[in-house]
T-cell receptor
Framework: AQSVTQLGSHVSVSEGALVLLRCNYS??????LFWYVQYPNQGLQLLLK??????LVKGINGFEAEFKKSETSFHLTKPSAHMSDAAEYFC???????????FGTGTRLKVLA | GVSQDPRHKITKRGQNVTFRCDPI?????LYWYRQTLGQGPEFLIY????????DSGLPNDRFFAVRPEGSVSTLKIQRTERGDSAVYLC??????????????FGQGTRLTVV
């Protein structure tokens, strides 16, 4: 079975600072990994995905994530935070041949002026 | 995209509610998730075509979902309880035996049971 752990339910950064949101996964087979963002009263929007191609994945709004098999990690980064990045971020895992998307508990990002 | 109706529903305890989801037309998989405050989406049920391939996430027999023609799905909750209050998310994806793509989510239906 797959699982996802997101370290830090709340993260605060200053505007212009580096954003780092952590995600570790567990899977007995090669995973597909996703980061979603959720704004208040909205559904989940895909930021980026890893599907066994390049290990460094670039997404929308300047976000990127690196798949590290040895560390079972898929951390999300952005070089310079913007006020509009304030939202909740979810990491999710699935695998080929399965169907469930398993989500972490989320990290709420706060951007300070 | 995926559309859900209604966006908000307030109901009295004991009443039945029905939510509708219209997925992306070419997608073959449809999911229902439930999300409570401060938590990630929790899997409820998954459809491949018209049949429920896995309903293991449905909390009890008050919850029921159908997808009769392989496109639109409805989720029904009978005799609602306060603990059913949550956001119910629908998602769809296009997948084959070899690979999964990302799931696309609707904006959700917020259920409040009073």
């Amino acid at each position: 079975a797959q699982s996802v752990t997101q370290l830090g339910s709340h993260v605060s950064v200053s505007e212009g600072a580096l954003v780092l949101l952590r995600c570790n996964y567990s899977s007995s087979v090669p995973p597909y990994l996703f980061w979603y963002v959720q704004y208040p009263n909205q559904g989940l929007q895909l930021l980026l995905k890893y599907t066994s191609a390049a290990t460094l994945v670039k997404g929308i709004n300047g976000f990127e994530a690196e798949f590290k098999k040895s560390e079972t990690s898929f951390h999300l980064t952005k070089p310079s935070a913007h006020m509009s990045d304030a939202a909740e971020y979810f990491c999710a895992v699935t695998t080929s041949g399965t169907y469930k998307y398993i989500f972490g508990t989320g990290t709420r990002l706060k951007v300070l002026a | 995209g995926v559309s859900q109706d209604p966006r908000h529903k307030i109901t009295k305890r004991g009443q039945n509610v029905t939510f509708r989801c219209d997925p992306i037309s070419e997608h073959n998989r449809l999911y229902w998730y439930r999300q409570t405050l401060g938590q990630g989406p929790e899997f409820l049920i998954y459809f491949q075509g018209t049949g429920a391939a896995d309903d293991s996430g449905l909390p009890n027999d008050r919850f029921f979902a159908v997808r009769p023609e392989g496109s639109v799905s409805t989720l029904k909750i009978q005799r609602t309880e306060r603990g059913d209050s949550a956001v119910y998310l629908c998602a769809s994806s296009l997948a084959s035996l070899r690979r999964n793509t990302e799931a696309f989510f609707g904006q959700g239906t917020r259920l409040t049971v009073v």
